[in-house]
């Protein structure tokens, strides 16, 4: 229930691994009173439906529905889009643009139609184009559209930060900005650990960050989805619980802020690309994004990522 005591529904369009675990992850959280699942693949959205109804007994009550017919998202408050192309082994996000812009555009037409208020959360890679593509797609203001962003390779950088300085995740303050993809990049200048900067964190019975331990944390950030998508062929757990957190942040009204991706004028004087920064996301979407102060590197490495995600674009003619 919204804070107006209003019933409210979430769309999630894609019934794959990724949107599967959302549906799952906001089921046991109680996000939202409805939980309405889109694709293409009636079958599997039926399986899936059926299963995550079997949980009910255990979970917040909530109405979980399905079908492959889009007339099942109308009257939703968020559409969470995760259709699409995923990555093969060792194929990069940028690989998906073409195909997954696209049918981005095509969706997101056809959402405006039969949920014209709503939000619009694009998890589909590569997320930053997409987001863009769907954005312009849809007509609708850009607080309204944006993505999932670096909020999972921030929760990513979080785990690697408290595991080397032995805190809970929770204490752990750092951000990684920029591109969900290749050209993200750590705002280590910012990074605290309760407050202490974490250059000075000396963990206990360890040592501070050493600048080899930094550039393996980054390393392993970046090159986190390319390790599970070799072991278990996608991700889902984490961007799962992560996309359940922005819709906590949308539904609840929370002014939360997280890294999602948006679209950027004159941000460090970057403009017409839609990249994650910290940004307050409440019920009406993202309503601003925060200045925060960047090291030279951190500022030339945004826009470098700035560059690489608006290049994509324009190659594919948005
Ligand atoms: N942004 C992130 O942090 C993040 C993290 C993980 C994965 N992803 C991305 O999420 C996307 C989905 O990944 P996945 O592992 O769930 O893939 P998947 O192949 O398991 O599922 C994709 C689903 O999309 C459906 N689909 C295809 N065309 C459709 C259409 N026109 N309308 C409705 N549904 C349609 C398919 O039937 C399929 O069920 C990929 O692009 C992946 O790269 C993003």
Same mark, same amino acid.
């Given at each position: ?8 529904? #979430?769309? $999630? /369009?894609?019934?794959?691994? +990724?949107?599967? *675990?959302? @549906?799952? =992850?906001? !089921?046991?959280? &109680? ?38 017919? #889009?007339? $099942? /998202?109308?009257?939703?408050? +968020?559409?969470? *889009?995760? @259709?699409? =192309?995923? !990555?093969?082994? &060792? ?228």
């Amino acid at each position: 229930v919204t804070t107006q005591g209003r019933r409210t529904k #979430i769309a $999630i /369009i894609g019934a794959g691994s +990724v949107g599967a *675990t959302i @549906a799952y =992850a906001c !089921q046991i959280r &109680g996000v939202a009173q409805t939980i309405a699942i889109y694709d293409i693949d009636g079958k599997k959205t039926r399986a899936e439906v059926l299963d995550l109804n079997h949980g009910l007994q255990f979970t917040p009550v909530a109405s979980i529905i399905g079908s492959d017919d #889009i007339e $099942i /998202i109308r009257g939703a408050d +968020v559409v969470v *889009t995760t @259709a699409g =192309a995923k !990555q093969k082994p &060792g194929q990069t996000r940028i690989e998906l643009a073409d195909t997954n812009v696209r049918l981005a555009q095509s969706l997101m037409e056809q959402c405006v139609e039969v949920t014209p208020d709503a939000l619009h959360l694009i998890v589909t890679n590569p997320c930053d184009v997409v987001t863009y593509a769907a954005l312009k797609a849809s007509g609708l203001p850009p607080g309204r559209v944006f993505g999932s962003g670096t909020v999972l390779d921030s929760s990513r950088f979080r785990y690697l930060l408290a595991e080397h300085c032995r805190v809970a995740v929770q204490n752990v303050h750092a951000y990684i900005l920029g591109e969900h993809g290749d050209s993200e990049i750590p705002i280590w200048s910012g990074a605290n650990v309760g407050q202490v900067p974490i250059d000075q964190y000396v963990p206990t019975g360890g040592k501070p960050l050493t600048d080899e331990d930094k550039a393996r944390i980054t390393h392993d950030v970046v090159h986190a989805a390319y390790e599970i998508i070799e072991g278990k062929g996608a991700t889902w757990y984490a961007v799962g619980l992560a996309v359940t957190r922005i819709l906590e942040a949308i539904l609840h009204d929370e002014n939360r802020v997280l890294p999602v991706s948006t679209l950027l004028d004159d941000y460090e004087g970057i403009s017409d690309v839609c990249l994650s920064v910290p940004a307050v996301v409440n019920r009406r979407g993202v309503a601003r994004t925060l200045d925060i102060s960047l090291s030279g590197e951190e500022l030339a490495g945004l826009r470098a990522s700035a560059d690489a995600v608006r290049s994509v674009a324009q190659s594919l003619r948005l």
